[in-house]
């Protein structure tokens, strides 16, 4: 018994310092205040998700270029002749609809309370869970900033070497497995013509395609593809599998078969490479659960990107607009 109590008071102190730690978010957040915070976003996103598969991604893919821009704030969702919205990487983002969506349920039953920065952060969440990926407490408390810059929407490019994407994690705190394991959202994502048809058809000013390249995969996405490429047609990043959040798109980037340059760049780098190993290295179905795992811890360590809690920031009352 006496063993018993020895053990509890090192634990009460844990959780007391965890309460009054400022500048931090937790899971469960909206217990009290909000109860139905996280089973409103999830209903909302996995009909949205079942209407239209493509509104994962894209989901995942907002709340990434929100955190990555000003922190996990929810500026991407505000309004304004230059807002992040505007900025050219950002044209592609939808599913904004989705967010306000959840927004307007939320506030019919707890006006005021939870923010748009949250519903970002759980529907991206919910988005990976719906279409395989494992389920992870998502920690929540962010409020929503008042800045939005689209000078200030500067992103990991497709084309950018692996020593930039290095760089412009690390910025954000986030190291190399981080990274890696990040890209692996890729899984359920498309690309546009656009974005890569520089590798088919003209690689580096050489009039010839990446020499990289999958010959066979080559051909297939050449006909994806007609030459000079366009917005309109997308190609999916995990050939075969984009609609189930898998380890798939790892196997097909060693085989040649990525389809961005920053993605076949991860089989390239011996620093990249390591962590692609350690997803396809061991067998089904532990190379799943490891990544999934991973998956999740990565998003969470994103979703601390610069934080707003406490009196900062605020609640919006609408996602597109300061209060
Ligand atoms: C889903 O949305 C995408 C993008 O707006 C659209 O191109 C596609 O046709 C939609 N699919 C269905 C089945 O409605
Ligand atoms: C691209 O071309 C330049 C100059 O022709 C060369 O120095 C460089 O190594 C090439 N880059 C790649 C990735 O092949």
Sequence with gaps: MELHSYIKIPFLFVVLLATLALGSTRVGFYKTTCPQAETIVQSVVQSSIRFNRTYAPAILQMFFHDCFVNGCDASILL?????????????GLR??????????MLETVCPGVVSCADILALAARDSVVQTGGTHWAMPTGRRDGFVSLASEAIFPSPSDSI???IQKFAKKGLNIEDLVTLVGGHTIGTAS?????????????????????????????RTLCPHG?????????DTESVNIFDTSYFENIKRGRGVLESDSLLWSDPRT?????RFIGAKRPHRLTTFKKMFGKAMVKMSKIGLKTGNHGEIRRVCNKVN
């Design 163 to 165: 020593d930039v994407q």
């Design 193 to 221: 013509c656009r974005t890569f048809s520089n590798r088919l058809y003209n690689y580096n000013n050489t009039n010839e395609p990446d020499p990289t390249i999958d010959q066979a995969f080559l051909h297939r996405l």
């Design 95 to 104: 599913a904004y609809e989705v967010i306000d969506a959840a927004k307007s």
């Design 229 to 237: 490429g366009d917005d309109a047609t997308r190609v999916a990043l």
């Design 273 to 277: 490479q390591k962590y692609v190993k």
């Design 79 to 91: 309004d304004g002749s230059s807002s992040e919205k505007t900025a050219p990487p950002n044209s």
